[in-house]
Protein backbone atom coordinates (compact mmCIF):
# COMPACT_ATOMS: atom_id res chain seq x y z
CA UNK A 1 0.00 0.00 0.00
CA UNK A 2 1.38 3.28 -0.82
CA UNK A 3 1.77 5.51 2.15
CA UNK A 4 0.99 9.07 0.07
CA UNK A 5 -0.53 11.31 1.97
CA UNK A 6 -1.31 14.75 -0.19
CA UNK A 7 -3.04 14.59 -2.89
CA UNK A 8 -2.98 17.88 -5.61
CA UNK A 9 -3.64 18.06 -9.35
CA UNK A 10 -1.58 19.43 -12.51
CA UNK A 11 -2.77 22.81 -14.13
CA UNK A 12 -4.30 21.02 -16.53
CA UNK A 13 -6.80 19.13 -13.98
CA UNK A 14 -8.09 21.82 -11.89
CA UNK A 15 -11.91 22.92 -12.46
CA UNK A 16 -12.66 25.30 -14.90
CA UNK A 17 -16.42 25.24 -13.59
CA UNK A 18 -18.80 25.99 -10.95
CA UNK A 19 -21.06 22.86 -10.57
CA UNK A 20 -24.81 23.83 -10.26
CA UNK A 21 -27.15 21.14 -8.58
CA UNK A 22 -29.94 22.47 -9.35
CA UNK A 23 -29.86 21.28 -12.76
CA UNK A 24 -29.80 17.19 -11.96
CA UNK A 25 -32.60 17.90 -8.55
CA UNK A 26 -35.17 15.82 -9.35
CA UNK A 27 -37.24 18.08 -7.68
CA UNK A 28 -37.29 21.85 -8.43
CA UNK A 29 -36.50 24.03 -5.30
CA UNK A 30 -39.27 26.40 -4.28
CA UNK A 31 -38.46 30.06 -5.39
CA UNK A 32 -38.28 32.84 -3.22
CA UNK A 33 -40.90 35.29 -2.34
CA UNK A 34 -40.72 39.26 -2.00
CA UNK A 35 -41.19 40.57 1.66
CA UNK A 36 -43.40 42.68 0.53
CA UNK A 37 -45.80 40.77 -2.00
CA UNK A 38 -44.83 37.43 -1.34
CA UNK A 39 -44.57 36.59 -5.18
CA UNK A 40 -41.31 35.03 -6.54
CA UNK A 41 -38.64 36.99 -7.01
CA UNK A 42 -37.34 38.12 -10.12
CA UNK A 43 -34.36 39.81 -11.24
CA UNK A 44 -35.54 43.42 -10.82
CA UNK A 45 -36.21 42.58 -7.00
CA UNK A 46 -32.64 41.88 -6.38
CA UNK A 47 -31.07 44.18 -8.73
CA UNK A 48 -30.61 46.91 -5.51
CA UNK A 49 -28.26 44.42 -3.94
CA UNK A 50 -26.32 42.63 -6.64
CA UNK A 51 -24.59 42.58 -9.72
CA UNK A 52 -26.42 41.27 -13.05
CA UNK A 53 -23.79 38.41 -13.16
CA UNK A 54 -24.67 36.84 -9.66
CA UNK A 55 -28.43 37.62 -10.07
CA UNK A 56 -27.97 35.02 -13.45
CA UNK A 57 -26.23 32.48 -10.89
CA UNK A 58 -28.73 32.71 -8.70
CA UNK A 59 -31.61 31.89 -10.82
CA UNK A 60 -29.82 29.63 -13.11
CA UNK A 61 -30.79 26.29 -13.64
CA UNK A 62 -27.53 25.28 -16.15
CA UNK A 63 -25.26 22.62 -14.90
CA UNK A 64 -22.06 24.80 -15.11
CA UNK A 65 -20.99 27.74 -15.40
CA UNK A 66 -17.64 28.84 -16.24
CA UNK A 67 -15.29 30.68 -14.05
CA UNK A 68 -14.15 33.88 -15.56
CA UNK A 69 -10.40 33.77 -16.61
CA UNK A 70 -9.30 36.98 -13.79
CA UNK A 71 -11.02 34.70 -11.10
CA UNK A 72 -9.15 31.40 -11.90
CA UNK A 73 -5.83 33.75 -11.70
CA UNK A 74 -6.68 34.34 -8.31
CA UNK A 75 -7.54 30.88 -7.56
CA UNK A 76 -4.15 29.78 -8.77
CA UNK A 77 -2.70 31.56 -6.14
CA UNK A 78 -4.04 28.47 -3.88
CA UNK A 79 -6.06 26.05 -5.45
CA UNK A 80 -6.15 23.62 -5.59
CA UNK A 81 -6.65 23.19 -2.12
CA UNK A 82 -4.36 19.96 -0.35
CA UNK A 83 -6.35 16.56 -0.22
CA UNK A 84 -5.06 14.51 2.84
CA UNK A 85 -4.66 11.22 4.00
CA UNK A 86 -5.64 11.31 7.95
CA UNK A 87 -3.42 8.02 8.26
CA UNK A 88 -1.62 9.28 11.75
CA UNK A 89 -5.15 10.05 12.77
CA UNK A 90 -6.28 6.46 11.70
CA UNK A 91 -3.63 4.64 13.74
CA UNK A 92 -4.73 6.95 16.92
CA UNK A 93 -8.34 6.02 16.37
CA UNK A 94 -7.14 1.86 15.62
CA UNK A 95 -9.81 2.30 12.84
CA UNK A 96 -10.08 0.63 9.68
CA UNK A 97 -11.76 3.06 7.85
CA UNK A 98 -9.57 5.47 5.83
CA UNK A 99 -9.72 9.36 6.09
CA UNK A 100 -9.40 11.93 3.86
CA UNK A 101 -9.75 15.53 4.74
CA UNK A 102 -10.18 18.39 1.85
CA UNK A 103 -8.19 21.53 3.27
CA UNK A 104 -9.03 24.75 2.85
CA UNK A 105 -7.21 26.87 5.30
CA UNK A 106 -3.94 27.25 2.35
CA UNK A 107 -6.41 30.31 1.01
CA UNK A 108 -5.06 34.14 1.71
CA UNK A 109 -7.19 34.54 4.19
CA UNK A 110 -7.27 31.00 5.37
CA UNK A 111 -10.71 29.84 4.77
CA UNK A 112 -12.79 28.52 2.05
CA UNK A 113 -14.50 31.74 1.91
CA UNK A 114 -12.15 33.35 -0.48
CA UNK A 115 -13.64 31.19 -2.85
CA UNK A 116 -16.77 32.95 -3.33
CA UNK A 117 -15.23 36.09 -1.98
CA UNK A 118 -13.35 36.84 -5.66
CA UNK A 119 -16.02 36.28 -8.11
CA UNK A 120 -18.71 38.54 -5.89
CA UNK A 121 -15.87 41.10 -6.19
CA UNK A 122 -15.17 40.74 -9.44
CA UNK A 123 -18.22 40.78 -10.79
CA UNK A 124 -19.08 43.82 -8.76
CA UNK A 125 -15.83 45.35 -10.27
CA UNK A 126 -17.33 44.87 -13.40
CA UNK A 127 -20.40 46.90 -12.96
CA UNK A 128 -18.23 49.76 -11.48
CA UNK A 129 -19.53 48.88 -8.01
CA UNK A 130 -17.24 50.78 -5.44
CA UNK A 131 -18.07 49.51 -2.62
CA UNK A 132 -19.29 46.45 -0.58
CA UNK A 133 -21.23 45.81 2.58
CA UNK A 134 -21.15 42.83 4.17
CA UNK A 135 -21.69 41.03 7.46
CA UNK A 136 -19.29 38.46 9.27
CA UNK A 137 -19.57 35.76 12.00
CA UNK A 138 -16.65 34.18 13.43
CA UNK A 139 -14.60 36.87 10.55
CA UNK A 140 -13.79 34.62 8.01
CA UNK A 141 -16.16 36.26 5.31
CA UNK A 142 -15.21 39.80 6.42
CA UNK A 143 -11.37 38.75 5.85
CA UNK A 144 -12.21 37.09 2.97
CA UNK A 145 -14.26 39.64 1.07
CA UNK A 146 -11.74 42.56 2.20
CA UNK A 147 -8.85 40.58 0.87
CA UNK A 148 -10.43 40.12 -2.60
CA UNK A 149 -11.83 43.84 -2.38
CA UNK A 150 -8.11 45.12 -2.40
CA UNK A 151 -7.52 42.74 -5.44
CA UNK A 152 -9.67 44.46 -7.18
CA UNK A 153 -9.44 48.49 -5.72
CA UNK A 154 -13.37 48.32 -4.26
CA UNK A 155 -13.96 49.36 -0.51
CA UNK A 156 -15.32 46.83 1.99
CA UNK A 157 -17.13 47.65 4.84
CA UNK A 158 -18.15 44.64 7.27
CA UNK A 159 -20.48 44.31 10.02
CA UNK A 160 -19.22 41.32 12.48
CA UNK A 161 -21.24 40.00 15.33
CA UNK A 162 -20.58 41.23 18.41
CA UNK A 163 -19.95 38.35 20.36
CA UNK A 164 -17.27 37.70 17.35
CA UNK A 165 -16.04 41.50 17.56
CA UNK A 166 -15.45 41.25 21.11
CA UNK A 167 -13.48 37.95 21.95
CA UNK A 168 -11.51 37.97 18.22
CA UNK A 169 -9.88 41.27 18.32
CA UNK A 170 -7.27 39.51 16.13
CA UNK A 171 -9.69 38.98 13.50
CA UNK A 172 -10.85 42.32 13.09
CA UNK A 173 -7.15 43.43 12.71
CA UNK A 174 -6.44 40.95 10.08
CA UNK A 175 -9.77 42.21 8.14
CA UNK A 176 -8.28 45.90 8.70
CA UNK A 177 -4.70 44.67 7.43
CA UNK A 178 -6.28 43.58 3.88
CA UNK A 179 -8.31 47.54 3.70
CA UNK A 180 -11.65 46.38 5.25
CA UNK A 181 -13.51 48.49 7.93
CA UNK A 182 -15.21 47.01 10.75
CA UNK A 183 -17.80 47.67 12.59
CA UNK A 184 -19.67 45.60 15.68
CA UNK A 185 -23.20 44.65 15.12
CA UNK A 186 -25.32 45.60 16.09
CA UNK A 187 -24.42 49.14 15.81
CA UNK A 188 -25.69 53.14 16.06
CA UNK A 189 -25.19 53.44 12.42
CA UNK A 190 -28.28 51.75 11.08
CA UNK A 191 -31.97 51.68 12.41
CA UNK A 192 -31.37 47.71 12.07
CA UNK A 193 -28.92 48.13 14.56
CA UNK A 194 -30.73 51.06 16.88
CA UNK A 195 -33.42 48.99 17.75
CA UNK A 196 -30.76 46.57 20.42
CA UNK A 197 -28.69 48.11 23.21
CA UNK A 198 -25.01 48.42 22.45
CA UNK A 199 -24.14 45.60 24.37
CA UNK A 200 -26.71 43.22 22.51
CA UNK A 201 -24.22 40.06 21.26
CA UNK A 202 -25.60 40.11 18.01
CA UNK A 203 -26.65 37.57 15.38
CA UNK A 204 -25.44 37.08 11.91
CA UNK A 205 -29.47 37.96 10.85
CA UNK A 206 -28.93 41.58 12.92
CA UNK A 207 -25.57 41.77 10.99
CA UNK A 208 -26.92 41.08 7.37
CA UNK A 209 -29.59 43.75 8.21
CA UNK A 210 -27.66 46.22 8.58
CA UNK A 211 -25.51 45.61 5.61
CA UNK A 212 -28.61 45.18 3.58
CA UNK A 213 -29.76 48.73 4.65
CA UNK A 214 -26.40 50.37 4.08
CA UNK A 215 -25.77 49.11 0.68
CA UNK A 216 -29.56 50.21 -0.32
CA UNK A 217 -28.86 53.50 -0.06
CA UNK A 218 -25.72 54.16 -1.36
CA UNK A 219 -26.02 53.77 -5.74
CA UNK A 220 -22.24 53.33 -5.55
CA UNK A 221 -22.60 50.12 -3.23
CA UNK A 222 -23.92 46.32 -3.23
CA UNK A 223 -24.46 43.83 -0.66
CA UNK A 224 -22.16 40.58 -0.67
CA UNK A 225 -23.26 37.57 1.23
CA UNK A 226 -20.42 34.87 2.22
CA UNK A 227 -22.98 32.09 2.43
CA UNK A 228 -27.21 30.71 2.28
CA UNK A 229 -27.46 32.08 -1.66
CA UNK A 230 -27.74 29.70 -5.00
CA UNK A 231 -24.86 32.00 -6.00
CA UNK A 232 -21.97 31.18 -3.06
CA UNK A 233 -22.93 27.71 -3.07
CA UNK A 234 -22.15 27.31 -7.11
CA UNK A 235 -19.04 29.38 -6.76
CA UNK A 236 -17.92 26.86 -3.35
CA UNK A 237 -18.13 23.73 -5.77
CA UNK A 238 -14.41 23.92 -6.79
CA UNK A 239 -14.11 22.20 -3.20
CA UNK A 240 -15.55 19.23 -4.28
CA UNK A 241 -15.08 18.83 -7.54
CA UNK A 242 -11.04 18.75 -6.89
CA UNK A 243 -11.92 16.33 -3.97
CA UNK A 244 -13.26 13.86 -6.82
CA UNK A 245 -9.99 14.05 -9.02
CA UNK A 246 -7.37 14.31 -6.18
CA UNK A 247 -9.76 11.22 -4.69
CA UNK A 248 -9.67 9.08 -7.53
CA UNK A 249 -5.82 9.95 -7.93
CA UNK A 250 -5.49 8.42 -4.23
CA UNK A 251 -7.07 4.64 -6.29
CA UNK A 252 -10.55 5.57 -4.57
CA UNK A 253 -13.77 4.51 -6.29
CA UNK A 254 -15.49 6.83 -4.69
CA UNK A 255 -16.55 8.39 -1.07
CA UNK A 256 -18.86 5.74 1.23
CA UNK A 257 -19.12 9.34 3.61
CA UNK A 258 -19.40 12.81 2.70
CA UNK A 259 -19.01 14.76 5.83
CA UNK A 260 -19.05 18.47 6.37
CA UNK A 261 -19.91 21.77 8.83
CA UNK A 262 -23.29 23.40 8.24
CA UNK A 263 -24.17 26.96 9.50
CA UNK A 264 -24.93 28.77 6.54
CA UNK A 265 -24.20 25.90 4.00
CA UNK A 266 -22.09 27.08 1.68
CA UNK A 267 -18.94 24.97 2.79
CA UNK A 268 -20.81 22.10 3.44
CA UNK A 269 -22.44 22.30 -0.27
CA UNK A 270 -19.09 23.18 -1.50
CA UNK A 271 -18.34 19.41 -0.92
CA UNK A 272 -20.51 17.40 -1.03
CA UNK A 273 -23.02 18.87 -3.88
CA UNK A 274 -19.96 17.23 -6.95
CA UNK A 275 -20.84 14.08 -4.60
CA UNK A 276 -24.54 14.29 -4.76
CA UNK A 277 -24.41 15.17 -8.61
CA UNK A 278 -22.52 11.60 -8.55
CA UNK A 279 -24.72 9.94 -6.14
CA UNK A 280 -27.73 11.23 -8.21
CA UNK A 281 -26.36 10.09 -11.39
CA UNK A 282 -25.64 6.38 -10.05
CA UNK A 283 -21.72 6.83 -10.23
CA UNK A 284 -21.35 6.95 -6.32
CA UNK A 285 -23.38 6.28 -3.23
CA UNK A 286 -21.84 8.13 -0.79
CA UNK A 287 -24.04 8.84 2.38
CA UNK A 288 -23.74 12.97 2.89
CA UNK A 289 -23.48 14.06 6.07
CA UNK A 290 -24.12 17.44 7.54
CA UNK A 291 -23.00 18.62 11.15
CA UNK A 292 -24.41 21.70 13.02
CA UNK A 293 -24.09 22.88 16.75
CA UNK A 294 -26.93 21.69 19.01
CA UNK A 295 -26.87 25.31 19.92
CA UNK A 296 -28.12 26.23 16.45
CA UNK A 297 -29.21 22.97 15.51
CA UNK A 298 -31.19 24.93 12.29
CA UNK A 299 -31.11 21.21 10.12
CA UNK A 300 -31.99 18.93 13.06
CA UNK A 301 -34.47 20.80 14.87
CA UNK A 302 -35.59 24.09 12.80
CA UNK A 303 -38.88 24.21 10.97
CA UNK A 304 -38.77 23.87 6.91
CA UNK A 305 -40.54 26.57 5.80
CA UNK A 306 -40.30 30.28 4.08
CA UNK A 307 -38.58 32.86 6.57
CA UNK A 308 -36.42 35.81 6.50
CA UNK A 309 -32.84 35.40 5.81
CA UNK A 310 -32.24 38.36 8.02
CA UNK A 311 -33.87 39.66 11.72
CA UNK A 312 -35.31 43.18 10.05
CA UNK A 313 -36.77 41.39 7.43
CA UNK A 314 -35.62 43.25 4.49
CA UNK A 315 -34.20 40.36 2.64
CA UNK A 316 -36.59 38.05 0.55
CA UNK A 317 -38.31 34.98 1.68
CA UNK A 318 -36.31 32.04 1.67
CA UNK A 319 -37.95 28.69 2.05
CA UNK A 320 -35.09 27.04 4.34
CA UNK A 321 -35.13 25.20 7.49
CA UNK A 322 -34.86 27.75 10.30
CA UNK A 323 -34.70 28.39 13.76
CA UNK A 324 -36.56 31.41 13.23
CA UNK A 325 -35.03 34.85 11.57
CA UNK A 326 -35.38 36.47 15.66
CA UNK A 327 -32.94 33.91 16.47
CA UNK A 328 -29.89 34.78 18.85
CA UNK A 329 -27.80 32.33 19.06
CA UNK A 330 -25.28 31.40 22.39
CA UNK A 331 -22.35 32.99 21.72
CA UNK A 332 -20.43 29.68 20.99
CA UNK A 333 -16.83 29.98 19.61
CA UNK A 334 -17.74 28.35 16.28
CA UNK A 335 -19.37 32.00 14.97
CA UNK A 336 -19.78 30.78 11.60
CA UNK A 337 -22.66 28.45 12.54
CA UNK A 338 -24.06 30.40 14.68
CA UNK A 339 -26.76 31.66 11.51
CA UNK A 340 -30.39 30.83 12.09
CA UNK A 341 -31.34 29.81 8.51
CA UNK A 342 -29.85 27.14 6.02
CA UNK A 343 -29.05 27.29 2.14
CA UNK A 344 -32.32 27.03 0.99
CA UNK A 345 -30.55 24.63 -1.44
CA UNK A 346 -29.03 22.07 1.09
CA UNK A 347 -32.63 22.19 3.04
CA UNK A 348 -34.29 21.55 -0.33
CA UNK A 349 -31.78 18.22 -0.73
CA UNK A 350 -32.63 17.40 3.07
CA UNK A 351 -36.31 17.52 2.37
CA UNK A 352 -35.96 15.05 -0.49
CA UNK A 353 -33.54 13.01 1.46
CA UNK A 354 -30.62 13.01 -0.15
CA UNK A 355 -28.38 14.68 3.30
CA UNK A 356 -28.65 13.41 6.39
CA UNK A 357 -28.09 15.83 9.25
CA UNK A 358 -26.53 15.49 13.26
CA UNK A 359 -25.97 18.50 15.94
CA UNK A 360 -22.88 17.91 18.63
CA UNK A 361 -21.81 19.64 21.36
CA UNK A 362 -19.18 21.56 21.58
CA UNK A 363 -16.98 20.00 23.93
CA UNK A 364 -17.06 17.31 22.34
CA UNK A 365 -15.85 19.11 18.68
CA UNK A 366 -13.18 20.75 20.55
CA UNK A 367 -11.79 17.30 22.35
CA UNK A 368 -11.68 15.79 18.62
CA UNK A 369 -10.09 18.73 17.05
CA UNK A 370 -7.28 18.93 19.39
CA UNK A 371 -6.75 14.79 19.19
CA UNK A 372 -6.67 16.12 15.18
CA UNK A 373 -3.97 18.55 15.75
CA UNK A 374 -2.14 16.35 17.93
CA UNK A 375 -1.88 13.59 15.10
CA UNK A 376 -2.43 15.54 11.68
CA UNK A 377 -0.82 19.05 12.85
CA UNK A 378 -3.20 20.80 11.75
CA UNK A 379 -5.62 22.95 14.06
CA UNK A 380 -8.76 23.30 12.77
CA UNK A 381 -11.13 26.49 13.09
CA UNK A 382 -13.99 25.86 15.53
CA UNK A 383 -16.60 25.11 12.47
CA UNK A 384 -15.03 22.41 11.41
CA UNK A 385 -14.34 20.71 14.14
CA UNK A 386 -17.86 19.24 14.33
CA UNK A 387 -16.93 17.70 11.23
CA UNK A 388 -14.37 16.15 12.97
CA UNK A 389 -15.63 15.31 15.48
CA UNK A 390 -18.72 13.28 13.97
CA UNK A 391 -15.82 11.56 11.56
CA UNK A 392 -14.54 10.11 14.55
CA UNK A 393 -18.19 8.63 15.71
CA UNK A 394 -17.93 7.23 12.40
CA UNK A 395 -14.50 6.00 12.62
CA UNK A 396 -14.60 4.46 15.84
CA UNK A 397 -18.25 2.42 14.59
CA UNK A 398 -15.86 1.31 11.57
CA UNK A 399 -13.01 -0.13 14.69
CA UNK A 400 -15.98 -1.64 16.03
CA UNK A 401 -17.58 -3.61 12.73
CA UNK A 402 -14.32 -4.06 10.93
CA UNK A 403 -15.66 -2.03 8.06
CA UNK A 404 -13.60 -0.11 5.66
CA UNK A 405 -15.16 2.84 4.57
CA UNK A 406 -13.99 5.83 2.82
CA UNK A 407 -14.55 9.26 4.18
CA UNK A 408 -13.74 12.23 3.24
CA UNK A 409 -14.17 15.35 5.10
CA UNK A 410 -14.38 19.24 5.00
CA UNK A 411 -11.93 21.00 7.04
CA UNK A 412 -13.29 24.24 6.15
CA UNK A 413 -9.80 26.73 7.53
CA UNK A 414 -7.60 26.68 9.92
CA UNK A 415 -7.83 27.96 13.58
CA UNK A 416 -5.14 29.81 14.16
CA UNK A 417 -7.04 32.99 15.15
CA UNK A 418 -9.26 31.29 17.40
CA UNK A 419 -6.54 30.08 19.96
CA UNK A 420 -8.58 32.35 22.73
CA UNK A 421 -11.44 29.52 22.08
CA UNK A 422 -8.98 26.67 22.61
CA UNK A 423 -7.65 28.01 25.38
CA UNK A 424 -10.97 28.15 27.09
CA UNK A 425 -11.80 24.59 26.39
CA UNK A 426 -7.83 23.38 27.24
CA UNK A 427 -8.57 25.16 30.91
CA UNK A 428 -11.81 23.31 31.74
CA UNK A 429 -14.10 26.31 31.28
CA UNK A 430 -15.89 25.67 27.57
CA UNK A 431 -19.80 25.15 28.01
CA UNK A 432 -22.31 23.22 26.22
CA UNK A 433 -25.33 25.32 25.78
CA UNK A 434 -28.07 23.22 24.07
CA UNK A 435 -31.14 24.65 22.48
CA UNK A 436 -33.81 24.26 25.15
CA UNK A 437 -37.57 23.49 23.49
CA UNK A 438 -38.97 26.67 25.00
CA UNK A 439 -35.96 29.41 23.35
CA UNK A 440 -37.06 27.02 20.11
CA UNK A 441 -40.48 27.55 20.28
CA UNK A 442 -39.53 31.59 21.39
CA UNK A 443 -37.88 31.97 18.37
CA UNK A 444 -40.31 30.26 15.74
CA UNK A 445 -43.31 32.15 16.80
CA UNK A 446 -42.74 35.35 14.62
CA UNK A 447 -41.71 33.21 11.26
CA UNK A 448 -44.18 34.71 8.71
CA UNK A 449 -46.93 32.00 7.78
CA UNK A 450 -46.80 31.83 3.59
Known amino acids: MSDQVMY ?4 DEQPTHWYNVVADLPVPPPPPLHPGTRAPVGP ?7 PPELIAQEVSAERYVEIPEPVLDVYRQYRPSPLYRARRWEQHLGTSARIYYKYEGVSPAGSHKVNT ?9 LNGITRLTTET ?4 WGTALSYAAALF ?8 VGASYDTKPQRRTLIEVFGGTVHRSPSRLTEAGKAFAEDHPGSLGIAISEAVEVAAQDPGAKYALGSVLNHV ?9 EALRQLAKAGEPGADLVVGCAGGGSNF ?13 GNQDPRILAVEPSSCPTLTRGEYRYDFGDTAGLTPLMKMHTLGHDFVPSPIHAGGLRYHG ?17 ALHQNECFDAAVEFARTQGVVPAPESSHALAQVRREALAAAETGAEPVIVVGLSGHGLLELGAYATYLSGNLEDDPLSDAALAEALANVPVV
Open 153 to 160: GVECEVWQ
Open 233 to 241: LLHQTVIGE
Open 269 to 281: AGLSFPFLREKLA
Open 117 to 125: AVPQVYYNQ
Open 342 to 358: MAPLVSHAVEQGYIDAV
Open 137 to 140: GAGQ
Open 44 to 50: DDLAPLF
Open 8 to 11: TLEP
